[in-house]
């Protein structure tokens, strides 16, 4: 009775056929139970993903040749990526990406991206770097960076550029090619000049003294240069005609495009402003009302004094010298042709004569630049040509 009550003793066979069993459910009812959570935990982990996505709401760039970062941030100031990206995957992210605020630094191929971006249908915003230095925490590297220009694009007070069209970059590049070749005309004249002084050979300044050594070089008769020396001076000489002849096939586009613009037109009746200049005016700035005033214009050029006031006590020191260097550099040169004809026919310009009785030349130089800064922000914004006054006072 007592055997009868323990319960019977599996045999071997049936010992392997349950852990066969066992092992069985372990293997197929397990992995398909660990398949279906891991179908479950990606199909969730992606619907997050893309509610992430939907959360952004403004995302700041630094902007690279090949890897840029990105700094997103959603309703709540929440970090919800900071991520590199490359050259390729820039547009495609951005594409899957519900309409936001994207703000980037104006550098470098910032106008193209802030076009294509656009397209996308995002609002983007592009900053002087300066302002967004302001936002830099601590340290420098690109994730720093892209949280600045995220952080910096939210502010009201925070300036932005205007993004330039295709054909205004395509103008102004004229401009920007044409600078260059100067600066390497030059370069290639200095460098004549100086060679031939180590040979005794000098000539007076200007355009007729170096017509006198372009002679020299071209003489193969003429016993004072070397064979080497005159293969070596040819090149420069050769350099300096290519871009002679670069030069003023640029200057002729210009020319054309000005006969052709009614805003550039009405600039050339400024004094000191020609037709380079004018053309140079009206590629940068195409929209003259983003500026309040025309001191605003002057401003953003650079030449108003630099002040550093305190305690209700004005300073004012030299001019900024900020925005665009080569506006500044044009308005201050044609403002010294306007000087030298002041000092040829005072009568002409009393207000430039009386400033000549008190301030040194170059100040008055850099006065006449501002003034026709402000003329030319009020020409560009009332669509007017500039009318002489007879009777300037100072």
Known sequence: MHDLAKPAAKTSKEMRVGRTATAANDVVDGARSRHRCAIRVIVETNHIEGAVHMQVITIGIDLAKNVFQVHGVDANDK???????????????????????????????????????????????????????????????????????????RRPTVRTVPVKTVDQQARLMQHRVRDLMIRQRTQSINALRSHMAELGIVAAQGYEGLKELLAIVADMSDARLPEDARASLSALVAQIASCQAEIGAIEKRLLAQHRKNADSKRLETIPSVGVIGASAIVATVPEASIFKTGRDFAAWIGIVPREDSTGGKQRLGPISKQGDQYLRRILIVGALAVLRQARAHPEKYPWVTQLLARKPAKVVAVAIANKTARIAWAVLTKKESYRVQTNAVA
Do not use: T
């Open 79 to 153: 970090v919800v990526f900071n991520k590199p990206l490359r050259r390729s995957q820039v547009l495609p992210f951005f594409a899957e990406l519900a309409p936001c605020l994207i703000g980037m630094e104006a550098c470098a191929s910032a106008h193209y991206w802030a076009r294509e971006l656009k397209k996308l249908g995002h609002n983007v915003r592009l900053m002087p770097a300066k302002d967004v230095m302001a936002y830099v925490k601590r340290g420098k590297n690109d994730a720093i960076d892209a949280a600045a220009c995220c952080e910096a694009v």
